[in-house]
């Protein structure tokens, strides 16, 4: 997979985004979210044996967090499960753990484009005997994870890579790890610290982890990772900022019901306020760590109204979006979605606080700046965000980069300005395969389970 915002793939095939011909009016379900799922395969590979996951996320990141779990030793079955999206899994085995009865043939995870399976998965691969190599897409050989390569080293493993801190390397797992302090710079992503607290419980020693640097990005996901481990009865202190400490001890099995992405609900909910429309996702948590519950802080500041009832997110659009000024370094993995939104909003936004996005999929900023430009919203980078002059889109043959956010992006620019098309829609499958199904039937009055 290549393509760089400046140097997008061009030989895709091509979308035609279908455009509103009058406001949505549609109630939707979205499958589960991928952090969760795969936050809970890397539990359920450390629980004992019986651990399930129910109405998981069945996604690329989902299937190759699953395969890399299985790589490595655990055991998975599937399992009917009553929802619509795909089965429950269940853990038959966890990892095996001490060192490898032989030299083992090195083994090997494929991250494809998954930051949660390229930092989660090297502290469990430390966990087993012998290497196990990692690589990915081509894309996810520009994604930054020397922190969590440089963490692992100091707590005593060894890793061989060609000194980039990137894809690909090798982790080479004596079977145990002996923990203790260490100190990562987490500013270019949460997952640093996610990938090392998941794994800790099983460490020697534990793990004190402290992040020195720059702020780190999408903190609610690492209050997501802490909530998961005492979930499945890991001790974990995170009471001083930047530091979290955790116990070393058993990872309890679960049996844990996955929620909806409620990320994934963003571009759902963004066709109710381009269309001046209505969307209801059904599902919705009442509490969550998730990031995408910052929708009902972030939609209401273009004019949209967010009412929520039990286990249901209603919002409905004005008649004309304001512009916004919109700090989203709780939630960056929003930012696509909210920049298709500040492009048809008349007048001049500003996103703040998303540098990091230069290290996603692709580099969204430049993604972004490129292609909002291209369809007749001027955008311009600062250091940490977008300035986007929006109101006066046209139809444009929007680049997705691989990126299954570009591709919702530019599903979001199709529906107020026909004849978009969009490339390569079927890379929404990283995270969320029925897509374009869903899409369709959002327009067509739909509803869903
Ligand atoms: O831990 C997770 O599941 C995630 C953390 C965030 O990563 P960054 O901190 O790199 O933004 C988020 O953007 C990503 O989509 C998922
Ligand atoms: C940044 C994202 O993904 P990843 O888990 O690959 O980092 C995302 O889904 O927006």
């Given at each position: 997979?290549?393509?760089?915002?400046?140097?997008?793939?061009?030989?895709?095939p091509?979308w035609?985004?279908?455009?509103?011909?009058?406001?949505?009016?549609?109630?939707?379900?979205?499958?589960?979210?991928?952090s969760?799922?795969?936050?809970?395969?890397?539990?359920g590979?450390?629980?004992?044996g019986?651990s399930?996951?129910?109405?998981?996320?069945?996604s690329?990141?989902?299937?190759?967090?699953?395969a890399?779990?299985r790589?490595?030793?655990?055991?998975?079955?599937?399992?009917?499960?009553?929802?619509?999206?795909?089965p429950?899994?269940?853990?038959?085995t966890?990892?095996?753990?001490?060192p490898?009865?032989?030299?083992?043939?090195?083994?090997?995870?494929d991250?494809?484009?998954?930051?949660?399976v390229?930092?989660?998965?090297p502290?469990?691969?430390?966990?087993?005997?012998?290497?196990?190599r990692?690589?990915?897409?081509?894309?996810?050989?520009?994604?930054?994870?020397?922190?969590?390569?440089?963490?692992?080293?100091?707590?005593?493993?060894?890793v061989?890579?060609?000194?980039?801190?990137?894809?690909?390397f090798?982790v080479?797992?004596?079977?145990?790890?002996?923990?203790g302090?260490?100190?990562?710079?987490a500013s270019a992503?949460?997952?640093?610290?996610?990938?090392?607290?998941?794994?800790a419980?099983?460490f020697a020693?534990?793990?004190?982890?402290e992040?020195?640097?720059?702020?780190?990005?999408?903190?609610?996901?690492?209050?997501?990772?802490?909530?998961?481990?005492r979930?499945v009865?890991?001790a974990?202190?995170?009471?001083t900022?930047d530091v979290w400490?955790?116990?070393?001890?058993?990872?309890?099995?679960?049996?844990?019901?996955?929620?909806?992405?409620?990320?994934?609900?963003?571009?759902f909910?963004a066709?109710?306020?381009?269309t001046g429309?209505?969307?209801?996702?059904?599902g919705?948590?009442?509490?969550?760590t998730?990031?995408?519950?910052?929708?009902?802080r972030?939609?209401p500041a273009?004019?949209a109204?967010v009412?929520?009832?039990?286990?249901?997110?209603?919002?409905t659009?004005?008649?004309?979006l304001?512009?916004?000024d919109l700090?989203?370094?709780?939630?960056g993995?929003?930012?696509?979605?909210v920049?298709?939104l500040?492009?048809?909003?008349?007048?001049r936004?500003?996103?703040h606080?998303?540098?990091?996005?230069?290290?996603?999929?692709?580099?969204?900023?430049?993604a972004?700046?490129?292609?909002?430009?291209?369809?007749g919203?001027?955008?311009?980078?600062?250091?940490?965000?977008l300035?986007?002059?929006?109101g006066?889109?046209?139809?444009?043959?929007?680049?997705?980069?691989?990126?299954?956010?570009m591709?919702?992006f530019g599903?979001?620019?199709?529906?107020?300005?026909?004849?978009?098309?969009?490339?390569d829609?079927?890379?929404?499958?990283?995270t969320?395969p029925?897509?374009?199904?869903?899409?369709a039937?959002?327009?067509?009055?739909?509803?869903?389970?």
């Amino acid at each position: 997979m290549t393509g760089t915002a400046d140097t997008p793939r061009r030989s895709l095939p091509w979308w035609e985004a279908p455009s509103a011909t009058r406001p949505v009016d549609a109630v939707l379900a979205v499958p589960g979210s991928k952090s969760l799922t795969n936050r809970y395969l890397v539990l359920g590979a450390l629980a004992g044996g019986g651990s399930r996951l129910r109405a998981p996320l069945h996604s690329r990141d989902t299937e190759l967090m699953l395969a890399a779990v299985r790589a490595l030793g655990a055991r998975v079955d599937e399992i009917p499960g009553p929802g619509g999206f795909g089965p429950d899994w269940q853990f038959t085995t966890p990892l095996p753990s001490g060192p490898a009865a032989s030299a083992t043939p090195a083994r090997s995870v494929d991250c494809g484009l998954a930051g949660t399976v390229m930092r989660f998965v090297p502290p469990l691969a430390a966990l087993t005997g012998g290497p196990v190599r990692f690589d990915g897409d081509e894309a996810a050989r520009h994604r930054p994870m020397g922190a969590v390569l440089d963490g692992l080293r100091a707590l005593g493993v060894t890793v061989d890579d060609d000194g980039r801190g990137a894809l690909p390397f090798t982790v080479d797992g004596t079977g145990a790890v002996t923990g203790g302090r260490v100190v990562i710079d987490a500013s270019a992503s949460s997952q640093f610290v996610s990938a090392l607290l998941l794994a800790a419980a099983r460490f020697a020693a534990g793990l004190r982890l402290e992040h020195a640097g720059p702020p780190i990005p999408s903190l609610p996901h690492v209050q997501m990772t802490v909530q998961a481990l005492r979930a499945v009865g890991v001790a974990v202190d995170d009471g001083t900022p930047d530091v979290w400490t955790v116990e070393p001890g058993a990872v309890r099995p679960f049996d844990v019901a996955i929620e909806p992405d409620l990320s994934n609900a963003g571009p759902f909910l963004a066709a109710a306020l381009v269309t001046g429309g209505r969307v209801t996702i059904t599902g919705w948590p009442e509490r969550t760590t998730q990031g995408g519950d910052h929708w009902r802080r972030i939609l209401p500041a273009f004019g949209a109204t967010v009412t929520s009832g039990p286990g249901r997110l209603t919002v409905t659009g004005p008649a004309r979006l304001r512009p916004v000024d919109l700090d989203l370094s709780a939630a960056g993995e929003l930012a696509p979605t909210v920049a298709a939104l500040a492009a048809v909003a008349p007048g001049r936004s500003r996103l703040h606080g998303i540098a990091h996005l230069r290290g996603h999929e692709t580099d969204r900023l430049a993604a972004l700046r490129t292609e909002l430009t291209r369809a007749g919203a001027p955008t311009t980078e600062t250091e940490d965000g977008l300035v986007v002059d929006g109101g006066r889109l046209h139809a444009a043959d929007i680049h997705s980069y691989a990126d299954h956010r570009m591709a919702t992006f530019g599903a979001v620019l199709g529906l107020v300005t026909p004849g978009t098309r969009v490339a390569d829609i079927a890379t929404t499958a990283k995270t969320l395969p029925e897509f374009p199904d869903l899409w369709a039937r959002m327009l067509t009055g739909g509803r869903s389970r």
